[in-house]
């Protein structure tokens, strides 16, 4: 068996461990201020849609009041939905580039050791290349996805 191919193989996945960690508590953060800011903004619309309703109201009633208020907010409502549908695209397909090309990197540095230990003969680490080769192809599949 190649020392160097383990070795390898610990650094690749001590490095996918740490890069978890760090995405996860990233995320988290991430999360709490997005639901704080959610929650903030919504409060203060709400109070913007209510007093615009309230001064609509006593000029022009409450049908005229509800249809301009409820209108504005159903449009404002749409302009961030579509905001958010394009972020979330464009994050996606960045994160599945880059998960492809980490992908294609390990399926040619284990098919690289493949070919070596090939030219060398020893076939037990051939089948430890092999499988390291395909482990690396399933992985990058999974997470292209």
């Known amino acids: 068996m190649s020392p160097t191919l383990l070795a390898d193989l610990?650094?690749?996945?001590?490095?996918?461990?740490?890069?978890?960690?760090?995405?996860?508590q990233r995320?988290?953060?991430k999360g709490t201020f997005g639901l704080l800011t959610g929650i903030?903004?919504?409060?203060g619309g709400g109070l913007i849609a209510v007093g615009t309703f309230l001064e609509i109201e006593q000029s022009e009633g409450p049908l005229v009041a509800g249809l301009w208020?409820?209108?504005g907010v159903v449009a404002i409502a749409?302009?961030?939905?579509?905001?958010?549908?394009?972020?979330?695209?464009?994050r996606a397909k960045r994160i599945a580039e880059t998960n492809l090309v980490i992908a294609r990197s390990i399926a040619r540095a284990d098919m690289a050791q493949l070919l070596a230990t090939a030219q060398a003969?020893?076939?037990?680490?051939?089948v430890l290349a092999a499988a390291a080769l395909v482990a690396g192809i399933s992985a990058g599949r999974h997470q292209a996805r």
């Not at 749409?78 to 464009?90: E, K, L």
């Not at 003969?121 to 051939?126: A, E, M």
């Open 10 to 24: 610990q650094r690749l996945a001590e490095a996918y461990v740490s890069t978890l960690g760090a995405s996860a």
């Open 27 to 29: 995320g988290v953060w």
């Open 40 to 43: 903030v903004g919504a409060f």
């Open 69 to 71: 208020v409820g209108g």
């Open 78 to 90: 749409a302009v961030v939905a579509a905001i958010a549908i394009t972020y979330a695209g464009r």
């Open 121 to 126: 003969g020893k076939s037990s680490t051939l």
